[in-house]
């Protein structure tokens, strides 16, 4: 009996150990079922992309060559680290500092910026390490999880040209504009001025995407070719620029060291052939990795090489501004081309106003040659007594000066040719009066223009009445090669009458010869057009101007610099001018002598320079 | 006495499928496409596993010429000897990843905690068995039981092993059963762990849990302080684990215990691995995605897939036919050595083939629990699949002693 009672306890045991063990396999199948065949749809897709990350293909950016093709701006490869905060376990934080050489601190801040930016998507951690740590990094990836690098480049400047005011500098997108425009991923960098900046959509390109299969580690296991995921990337547009390399690298040397800014450009077309604004900086050093202290010191410098002097400066033409004057004359009907106009030596109105020309009678034509300021301050007379100031505003802007020219740089500013708005706003409604409009005539007091503004109205004169709109960029030419150009925008300014223009003209063709810029501007065999001018500066040494064309029958430059602080513009600008057109229209400069006196007894020649800097 | 002697062939021809499955996958898990990046310790991984199993098989088959009286006699003495290599460890171990639970021997490196199972099964077995009318009935009986496995349990806890210890408490509640313990005091020994598990996942389910298992406690023994007594465990076990969960545990421990339930909790850290492990399992479907296709396994989006998480690169490889394939060897396995327990006359014998089944029984559910976030991740191996030379062993010799007993059952009297 035990026995059998012993034999029906093993067997009822023996079911219920059954049934366990039925219910735990039963379990398991049903899991895997629901996993396996239910839930199969939610799985695979995360599987999928487990397996595969996107790695972005930066695109390469736009050159930016001169009028002949030579590359003024190219690439050159950097190595970059980057990082996909998630995966990255911060108890590595020590390991990646040392292979980086990189102070903690400093990496632990860029990781959490990353991590504002993205948990899960790669942002750069360090732009441009040298290749050695590059590659330290790469053998060391399989223990540093979540560190990628990525082959980037920066911009080079293969000739002498630097052209940091045309070119401008790249620098990180802001956290503003990688928000406004879903192209721009944290961590590019966009152009922040320049030609750089107003053509940053040519010139970026777009982004390819890659797929490449990971492992758990984020180590890459080679490129995925899945059906149509991979994009690749369209290089960025070129830009042919109306810039000629060698005249611009000489007027960066001559301007080297100096304050002031320069214009020169094609009178036919408006294109720029060298544009220069002193003193210059180096977008070398600003180019890849930004040297910090050389970006704080730029931006501190009292003498703000960042600003753009040829298309931003304000300064009373001067002198300069008389041939404008006297073609504004005639067409107000004040005088003629041929009316004389007495100088003994000062003109009288409610003071006197000195006049440095020989006493006698002038015309139009010898007013402008002699610079005598008599001439035109008659003309200014009889406009600010019969209220006939807002006529003259609007005859000046039609040479350029006053409104923008819409040149494709950022930061142009435009210049001020008072009318009576603006002087109520100034003065005070009818608190103003002929005195203060006197020195207009002579392009002084409240007048005034940068040398992109002096420059197109000197294309005027050069041209035979037409307004060109100034430009850089002549075509773009797109990956495949295709240059799509511009048009050169002329605008004819119908009041001109050619007697009056050549008047002009014969007088400014007088200018260089019968001056005092003939010492050290005169060029055989080339007749310059031009005109000196001297911006009287009451905070300190007067700023130097000169305008100028070449040649005379056929003008293919047309030039405008400002000099600061050096005086008479016939010593200062006048030479550096008559360097850029002999070197544009001879492709040498066989005055070595005038070189060497601009770059050696130049009057306020700073010692500092960028091509010292450079060479350091 | 002697008579048509069976040899339970089809015991050996499932532990080959199995073993041959563990093969295939430890194969693709550390000789796949991408295995460059595996350091030669784990590529070496299929060889030295493969050398094991051959050692196996003879083993296997050797044992098969041992009386079985030998296993019941020398019982205390493997015991004894297992104890003190288990001490041995502890102090003078190797220590991999954080535990010391090897023991170096010549050449071989052995995990003690893994023979340790064979020797405590047949010294509790031949304890319960050992004279007429001991039963875990006698309250005195039960203790020394319990404390044949706690003393090993508490030696692993000190090499740093609570996955492996684990599998000791599951088993002793069944060895207790089946040695006559009421079941009532059977169903009362494994409530904590029930009622554990469900409050974890809703302390809700946790409340209903108890009660149940109090109403089937009393149904089973009506007794009123055995009800009262589960009543107030239950109440006990769901309030120590919600005090624990939310007041004891860090953040990150409280994570690690809830994560299977809920991965998203903390996705990258104890989420990550059952995040992978649903992934890897779901993503095969029906068919899976092929040997050494499995992107899941080759990329590595899990640790210890050689081992711990094997069973996600059979799922993900072979699909649901090969996962389901495995477990259907696996009840097979179990069922088989059920009904030799049930078709064996010698106590002993029975209760060291129980004894065994619920050891791979612990292991198939905790492992695979794991792997499919049914359970908390306990790293522990899945029998005859998974990637390791002593459990491997040790599991075999088990198998070697049930078939041996199972051969012997006519000659293995109860009577001396």
């Not at chain 1, 067997?11 to 895997?32: C, D, E, W, Y």
């Not at chain 2, 590595?300 to 069973?311: A, G, N, S, V, Y």
């Amino acid at each position: 009996m035990a026995t059998q009672n012993n034999t029906d306890k093993v067997r009822t045991s023996i079911k219920v150990l059954q049934a366990i063990i039925l219910i735990g396999f039963f379990v398991m199948l049903v899991r895997i079922f629901q996993l396996q065949i239910l839930d199969y749809e939610t799985y695979s897709p995360i599987s999928m992309q487990n397996s595969l990350r996107m790695e972005v293909l930066q695109p390469a950016r736009g050159l930016i060559l001169d009028r002949n093709g030579t590359i003024l701006v190219e690439n050159q490869p950097i190595y970059s680290i980057t990082i996909t905060p998630a995966r990255f376990p911060m108890d590595k934080l020590p390991l990646l500092s040392k292979i980086l050489e990189i102070d903690e601190e400093i990496v632990e801040q860029r990781i959490r910026a990353a991590q504002a930016y993205s948990w899960h998507r790669s942002s750069r951690l360090f732009a441009e390490v040298p290749f050695e740590v590059f590659s330290a990094i790469q053998e060391n990836s399989w223990q540093l999880p979540g560190i990628g690098h990525q082959l980037e480049s920066k911009r080079h400047y293969p000739t002498d040209v630097l052209g940091p005011h045309i070119f401008g500098y790249l620098r990180e997108a802001s956290l503003e504009e990688y928000r406004a425009d879903d192209r721009i991923r944290l961590g590019d960098r966009i152009g922040k001025s320049g030609l750089e900046r107003t053509y940053e959509n040519y010139l970026r390109g777009e982004i390819g995407t890659q797929y490449v299969r990971v492992n758990a580690f984020g180590q890459s296991l080679g490129a995925y070719e899945g059906a149509g995921l991979n994009v690749t990337p369209v290089r960025g547009s070129d830009l042919i620029t109306s810039l000629d390399a060698e005249t611009q690298a000489l007027a960066e040397k001559l301007m080297d060291g100096k304050r002031g800014g320069l214009v020169a450009m094609d009178p036919q077309t408006g294109g720029i052939i060298t544009m220069v604004s002193a003193p210059l900086f180096d977008p070398r050093k600003l180019a890849g990795r930004m040297d910090i202290s050389y970006w704080r010191d730029l931006n501190t410098d009292s003498t703000t090489p960042l600003y753009n002097r040829a298309i931003s400066s304000r300064q009373p033409p001067g002198s300069t501004f008389k041939p404008f004057m006297g073609l504004v004359g005639v067409e107000m009907g004040l005088v003629t081309n041929q009316t004389q106009i007495y100088n003994p030596g000062f003109y009288l109105r409610g003071r006197r106003y000195n006049d440095l020309a020989d006493p006698g009678y002038y015309d139009l034509e010898l007013a402008i040659a002699k610079s005598s300021n008599t001439y035109f301050f008659w003309i200014m007379d009889r406009i600010a007594s019969r209220g006939r100031l807002n006529e003259w505003a609007r005859l000046i802007n039609d040479f350029g000066m006053g409104p923008l020219n819409n040149i494709d740089l950022p930061s142009e500013r435009s210049g001020i040719i008072p009318d009576s708005t603006y002087m109520n706003s100034t003065f005070g409604e009818r608190r103003w009066g002929i005195g203060d409009l006197m020195s207009l005539g002579i392009g002084q007091g409240m007048v005034s223009a940068s040398p992109l503004q002096m420059a197109v109205a000197t294309s005027t004169l050069a041209n035979g009445g037409y307004k060109v709109q100034p430009h850089v960029v002549t075509g773009i030419r797109n990956g495949s090669g295709e240059v799509q150009y511009t048009r050169p925008v002329l605008e004819k300014i119908t009041w001109l009458r050619d007697e009056d223009v050549e008047a002009v003209q014969k007088g400014m063709l007088r200018v260089i010869p019968e001056g005092g810029a003939r010492w050290r501007s005169m060029i055989p065999g080339i007749d310059i057009a031009g005109k000196t001018g001297t911006s009287q500066n009451p905070h300190g040494e007067n700023h130097g101007w000169f305008i100028a064309y070449a040649p005379k029958d056929d003008p293919q430059i047309a030039i405008a610099i400002l000099t600061e602080n050096t005086g008479f513009g016939s010593q200062s600008a006048a030479p550096i001018a008559s360097l850029i057109i002999e070197q544009y229209l001879t492709g040498e400069v066989k005055r070595q002598h005038v070189i060497d006196y601009v770059l050696y007894e130049f009057p306020g020649q700073r010692a500092t320079s960028i091509h010292q800097i450079s060479e350091q | 006495m002697s008579e048509k002697r069976e040899f339970s062939w089809s015991v050996i021809f499932i532990w080959i499928g199995l073993f041959t499955i563990g093969l295939t996958a430890i194969y693709s898990a550390t000789q796949g496409p991408v295995s460059q990046f595996l350091p030669t310790y784990i590529l070496d991984n299929f060889t030295r596993q493969a050398t094991w199993i051959a050692l196996s098989i003879a083993v296997l088959f050797g044992i098969q010429f041992i009386s079985p009286r030998t296993f019941q006699e020398g019982a205390y003495i493997f015991y004894g000897v297992g104890l003190v290599l288990m001490v041995i460890t502890i102090f003078f171990g190797v220590e991999v990843s954080g535990s010391r639970s090897w023991l170096r021997i010549g050449p071989i490196n052995v995990q003690v905690g893994e023979v340790m199972k064979a020797a405590t099964i047949l010294a509790a077995a031949s304890y319960l068995t050992s004279r007429r009318n001991v039963s875990a009935e006698n309250l005195k009986t039960a203790l020394v039981t319990v404390a044949i496995f706690l003393v090993p349990f508490i030696l692993l806890l000190a090499q740093n092993e609570a996955g492996v210890g684990i599998v000791y408490l599951g088993i002793l509640p069944v060895v207790l059963f089946w040695s006559g313990l009421p079941y009532g005091i059977s169903v009362l020994m494994i409530s904590p762990a029930l009622v554990g598990y469900f409050t974890v996942l809703d302390v809700r389910l946790g409340i209903i849990m108890a009660l149940i298992l109090t109403v089937v406690i009393f149904f089973l023994q009506r007794r009123t302080w055995l009800t009262v007594t589960s009543l107030v465990f239950g109440a006990l076990v769901i309030i120590g684990t919600e005090v624990a969960l939310h007041q004891i545990l860090q953040p990150h421990q409280r994570a690690r215990i809830e994560t299977f339930a809920n991965p998203s909790l903390d996705p990258l850290g104890a989420g990550w691995n059952v995040i992978q492990a649903k992934t890897a399992i779901g993503s095969g479907g029906l068919y899976g995605k092929g040997f050494m296709e499995g992107t899941q396994t080759q990329l590595r989006f899990l640790p210890e897939q050689w081992t711990d998480f094997i069973f996600c690169v059979v799922g993900e490889e072979f699909g649901f036919i090969g996962a389901g394939l495995l477990l259907i060897l696996y009840a097979a396995l179990f069922m088989r050595l059920l009904y030799m327990a049930a078709s064996h006359k010698h106590p002993f014998a029975q209760l060291v083939i129980i004894s065994v089944t619920f050891l791979y029984f612990v292991h198939f559910v905790i492992n695979i629990g794991s792997a499919t976030a049914l359970l908390p991740i306990i790293g522990i191996p899945l029998p005859f699949i998974s990637y390791g030379g002593s459990a491997f062993l040790t599991n075999t010799i088990l198998l070697a002693i049930c078939l041996n007993l199972d051969f012997n059952k006519r000659s293995f009297s109860i009577y001396r």
